[in-house]
T-cell receptor
Framework: AQSVTQLGSHVSVSEGALVLLRCNYS??????LFWYVQYPNQGLQLLLK??????LVKGINGFEAEFKKSETSFHLTKPSAHMSDAAEYFC??????????????FGRGTQLTVWP | DTAVSQTPKYLVTQMGNDKSIKCEQN?????MYWYKQDSKKFLKIMFS???????INETVPNRFSPKSPDKAHLNLHINSLELGDSAVYFC??????????????FGPGTRLLVL
């Protein structure tokens, strides 16, 4: 079974500071990993995903994440926070099921607050 | 030109009523999903359809019945609404690639409040 743990339900940073949102996963097979962002009263939007190519994945809005198999982690980072980054961030895992439709298992989310 | 749309956006109703939520995607995808997001923002899949065939059916009360009239539409009907059904319901779609690698595109959500 797959599961995702996001450490820290709330993270606050100052504008221009480093953003680090933590995600650890468990999976019995090689995983696919995703970060989604949810702005207030909106649906989820994909930031980036890891699908077994490069371990350092670059996404939209300057975000990137690194897949570390030994640490079962997929932490999300951004060098310099912007006010517009304030949102809820979800890490999700899906198992590689070949020809069978997979499903996403979401973490409980991390609310990012950016202070001016 | 909204990719995944849901109607209604807000739904306030009394306990015991029956209601439906509609979802449409114009991305040409072959797979659609329903998710429930609770008050603590936890997201859990409810159903998934691939080419109009039910593929994923999580442990959901049978008061919830999905229906996919065609690949572009997935509706959710809820009978005998209960207070615990209050949540945000998201529709999503994807194009099957290699099982599990697909990007899912989410609709804006339907905020259901049962009084």
């Amino acid at each position: 079974a797959q599961s995702v743990t996001q450490l820290g339900s709330h993270v606050s940073v100052s504008e221009g500071a480093l953003v680090l949102l933590r995600c650890n996963y468990s999976s019995s097979v090689p995983p696919y990993l995703f970060w989604y962002v949810q702005y207030p009263n909106q649906g989820l939007q994909l930031l980036l995903k890891y699908t077994s190519a490069a371990t350092l994945v670059k996404g939209i809005n300057g975000f990137e994440a690194e897949f570390k198999k030994s640490e079962t982690s997929f932490h999300l980072t951004k060098p310099s926070a912007h006010m517009s980054d304030a949102a809820e961030y979800f890490c999700a895992v899906s198992e590689n099921r070949g020809s069978t439709l997979g499903r996403l298992y979401f973490g409980r989310g991390t609310q990012l607050t950016v202070w001016p | 030109d909204t990719a995944v749309s849901q109607t209604p956006k807000y739904l306030v109703t009394q306990m015991g009523n029956d209601k439906s939520i509609k979802c449409e995607q114009n991305l040409g995808h072959d797979t659609m999903y329903w998710y429930k997001q609770d008050s603590k923002k936890f997201l859990k899949i409810m159903f998934s359809y691939n080419n109009k065939e039910l593929i994923i059916n999580e442990t959901v009360p049978n008061r919830f019945s999905p229906k996919s009239p065609d690949k572009a539409h997935l509706n959710l009907h809820i009978n005998s609404l209960e207070l615990g059904d209050s949540a945000v319901y998201f529709c999503a779609s994807s194009q099957f690639l290699s099982g599990g690698a697909e990007t899912q595109y989410f609709g804006p959500g339907t905020r259901l409040l049962v009084l």
